[in-house]
């Protein structure tokens, strides 16, 4: 526990420019009270003593305004910054050298059992105002934008902004957006590579036996997908 306090403080110093020394953070961090009495909830959660898990949670809940409920699990080194608004729900699992913003929220869709709320890697940020809703990873090194509301899952190095929110960045690189006029059409696709193929037959028909094709009618339809007339 001692240890695990120590590493606390030590990320709050990395991350956190207005940090000034180390009492400061242990006893006026809100965000670093709120892990500290959510381990102690969850060690009670843990050993099904939920009505002490729940009572401990509560009280960090009026003293911090963060909420984490003690069944969430959470690695090493998490910094909630600010912290005011955030709140963690049951299922939730945080890796290590996590950053989380005021504001946000790791939750579910109601639509889900059991594992209800995000999982979510190594090294990710998690801006302000940001909502994770729903039972899929987000992955290592990721970032969050502010405001985004994430509903599905995010893959490891990139940044994901919007509502809903899509990928924006991948691997560092720029995602171009969306092209919403020019849309595949996945019919007018396979319409063109079946006449190709029929051409394809057709060529060679004409080969073994060139006067069977002059027996048929000529169609004049266009292709769909190419344009090309039959």
């Not at 670093?32 to 939920?50: G, L, T």
């Not at 036996?209 to 997908?225: M, S």
Request: hydrophobic residues 40%; proline residues 7%.
């Amino acid at each position: 526990m001692f240890k695990r306090m120590i590493e606390d403080i030590k990320a709050v110093m990395e991350r956190d420019p207005a940090a000034r020394n180390w009492l400061e953070i242990l006893f006026l961090y809100p965000g670093v009270k709120a892990i500290r009495m959510h381990r102690k909830a969850h060690w009670f959660y843990r050993h099904n003593m939920k009505f002490i898990a729940r009572a401990i949670s509560q009280k960090a809940v009026r003293k911090t305004g963060i909420e984490i409920h003690p069944g969430a699990t959470i690695g090493r080194r998490l910094v909630i910054d600010h912290g005011v608004g955030v709140v963690i729900g049951e299922t939730t699992e945080i890796g290590d050298d996590v950053l989380i913003y005021q504001g946000v929220t790791l939750g579910g869709t109601g639509k889900d059992v059991g594992k209800r709320h995000p999982t979510i890697g190594n090294n990710v940020m998690i801006s302000s105002g940001a909502k994770v809703l729903g039972p899929f990873k987000v992955g290592d090194n990721s970032r969050i934008a502010s405001g985004a509301i994430v509903l599905e899952e995010v893959p490891p190095d990139c940044t994901a902004a919007g509502v809903p929110a899509r990928i924006v960045r991948r691997n560092g690189a720029k995602v171009p957006p969306l092209d919403q006029v020019h849309i595949p059409d996945p019919v007018a696709e396979q319409l063109c590579r079946l006449d190709c193929r029929v051409r394809q037959l057709e060529k060679a028909l004409n080969e073994v036996a060139p006067n069977k094709l002059k027996e048929l009618p000529p169609l004049d339809i266009k292709c769909p997908g190419c344009g090309n007339k039959n």
